[in-house]
């Protein structure tokens, strides 16, 4: 029987329940493992027929039951096989209304985020990512979603950001679900992936050679981009509300030719 499918074959082409869906199975699936080495191979078959069925949403419900009963489950492989590799969502869930109030997200790609947003943001991720404590997941979610301003601008609906005012937003995102929290955190990830690729300099790979790979991994230590702002503005307070206001991209593209420059006078 001849049926059209719709599926979408990059992050960005899911839809928003899509992604929710998806951010939570991985998660999950890595939750599972992380502590029965055992479970892999049947969890990573439950979770890739999970996801396969979830890239069929948004097709009629009769053509879904068609392909899941006819069409063999290695045919998907090939077409869910960007899930699995480097996250690379980077357009945010629009809106995300709690007990009606809506917060408005940051723009693709973060592109009308301050580097003082993106540094706050980041140490957020990354606390979340080594502790998995869902605090810090309400605390990133609150940092980049925001009320509407009284007077929007050109690049950004949202209020400005202030550090000191996250907190009282993370209290309201605990009433968001899981899985929302999770799609913002992986769009999150996709948008800082983008900003790593843009700025190889600022986000340098590990050097691997054949020595590095005999010996054992080490952990590399985080450097905050709070700190990377500090050493800019060279001690000087005046300088820092101007420092941090300045967008993630066009501060970003600053230091990427710094270290360039530096480099250059090393040779």
Known sequence: MAIHLTIPTTWNALSPLQLKNIAYQLEAYQEIIKDNAEAIEATSIKLF??????????????????????????????LSKFIYGKVERTRFLPTVKIKGTTYHSPDIRLRNSTIAEFSFADALFYKWRQTQDIIWLNVLCAALYREAAEKATDIDVRKPFVKQAVDKRADAFENVSIKTK????????????????????????????????????????YVSFGEII??????????????NNVLTYDFLSIYEKDIKDMRKNKK
């Open 49 to 78: 027929i999970q996801v396969s069925k979830e890239l069929l949403r948004g097709n009629t419900q009769r053509n879904i039951a068609v392909a899941l009963k006819e069409i063999h489950p290695k045919t998907y492989a090939p």
């Open 230 to 243: 500090l050493d800019k503005i060279e001690g000087d307070p005046s300088k820092l509300e101007i420092t």
């Open 182 to 221: 999770l799609a913002i955190a992986y769009t999150y990830e996709g948008c800082r992936n983008h900003i790593a690729a843009t700025f190889p300099n600022v986000f340098p790979k590990p050097i691997v050679t054949e020595e590095t790979k005999k010996q054992p991994a080490v952990k590399q230590k």
